[in-house]
């Protein structure tokens, strides 16, 4: 049964295959009697728990406030905003009747033709209309500015070819929609929230991430800027992990949302919104994860420790709890999640197994030669290297594993990245080496043109203007045209 468990398609066999088995061995989610949606399993929901967790209180300490918007949004709302309607009409889902009834033909329960809505409504593929028609009614003063608000919530996308935690049809994210009374404070905004995601990724996710700005094309519609963090994904394809949208007055016009100024002017509010999801579930399987397995960071792990004993008889267990007990006390002190598996249901191998492939940091083996030589053997999981130490001090050990074990994997995603992140000058070379994955670093003309011809003839897209690197002006790897700067493309998710 071991064995059975850690059956894994190889990474280098079938990248796509791996992930999706993995998904599931883990007990991270499922596929759902819904075409295109998924159920998040306890153990998934838990690592998305942790997530939410430190994000709410990085949001928090940076004065956002929590608050909730209705699921349903008039139809007419989208029409408001051109780009917007356009960047998502082809993924509404359309809610048009609000009752059924039972088929006098016996075809069991049907849509009561008579319940038809006035007005029809959008299941929310993202709430910047519904928020923005409710902003109306809160600001009418530079008094009432700024407004810094994040909603929790799911969503809803049509979404033709799903895969569990990238793309699915309904996800859960968080969205921040911020009011501002000038341009610059709402630019500042955009940026900070970005800044926040990067933080995030990198010190908790263990996620090397490059920011940048997002080309006009692959802006969010309505948007006047997309600010992104791009994360590389062990198979050389770009995530997007996180955006941050400055939205201008776009939709303060839309919906006509002004304010008096200090002047006693009237002036249209400037907005921005910021957004991460479930996605982030996948970007942490596919940076750290083995053939053997998920692989977690210890900062997000549902459980960070676990110790399992290992005895022939009743006898041997109570001894054994006896000594493992108070570890567990002083780690939980530390405030690290431990768990000890003394249940009698499954033999240690099993449960080794079952620890490995949920990617559990730290594990530690008690025996009756463990308990007479005052020792313990501990496994780390992102080497699996496994030693035998004293049982003394052993809390310290551990503590000081799981920070290492945290480092190790950011340092080891980065040399991933920088290992594949090339430079390329001519188109040719350019439609080699995107075969091989990667970031390719290469001059663009700066047209939606030039842009739509590489992504048709190549797959790939400009993941991002990233604020740092090679800045030096050069010729368009296409066209031959000046480019202000090299840019990052790539195949993605």
Known sequence: MAKELKNFTKRSDNYSQWYNELVVKADLAEQSAVRGCMVIKPYGYAIWEKMQRQLDDMFKATGHQNAYFPLLIPKSFLSREADHVEGFAKECAVVTHYRLKNDPDGNGVVVDPAARLEEELIIRPTSETIIWNTYKNWIHSYRDLPILVNQWANVFRWEMRTRMFLRTAEFLWQEGHTAHATK???????????????????????????????????????????????????????????????????FAK??????????????????????????????????????????????????????????????????????????????????????????????????????????????????????????????????????????????????????DIQNNLFTKALAMREARTITVDTYDEFKKKIEDGGFILAHWDGTTETEEKIKEETKATIRCIPFEGDKTPGKCMVTGKPSARRVIFARSY
Do not use: C
């Not at 610059?184 to 908790?204: G, H, Q, T």
């Not at 750290?288 to 110790?307: E, F, M, R």
């Not at 054994?320 to 431990?338: A, H, T």
């Open 184 to 250: 610059e404070e709402a630019e500042a905004e955009a940026i900070k929230m970005l800044n926040v995601y990067s933080e995030f990724a990198e010190n908790y996710m263990a996620v090397p991430v490059v920011k940048g700005v997002k080309s006009p094309n692959e802006r969010f519609a309505g948007a006047l800027d997309t600010y992104t963090i791009e994360a590389m994904m062990q198979d050389g394809k770009a995530l997007q992990s996180g955006t941050s949208h400055f939205l201008g007055q776009n």
């Open 254 to 403: 839309a919906f006509d949302v002004t304010f008096m100024n200090k002047d006693n002017k009237a002036e249209y509010v400037w907005a921005t919104s910021w957004g991460v999801s479930t996605r982030l579930m996948g970007a942490l399987i596919m940076t750290h994860s083995d053939d053997n397995g998920l692989v977690l960071p210890p900062k997000l792990a549902p459980i960070q420790v676990v110790i399992v004993p290992i005895y022939k008889n009743e006898e041997g267990l109570k001894n054994i709890s006896e000594k493992v007990n108070p570890l567990v006390e002083e780690l939980r002190k530390r405030g690290i999640s431990v768990k000890y598996d003394d249940a009698d249901n499954k033999r240690p191998g099993f449960k080794f197994a079952d620890y490995e492939v949920k990617g559990v940091p730290v594990r530690l083996a008690v025996g009756q030669r463990d308990l007479e030589e005052g020792t313990v053997e501990i496994m780390r999981r992102d080497t699996l290297e496994k030693e035998t130490v004293k049982f003394e001090g052993i809390a310290d050990e551990v503590e000081r594993l799981l920070d």
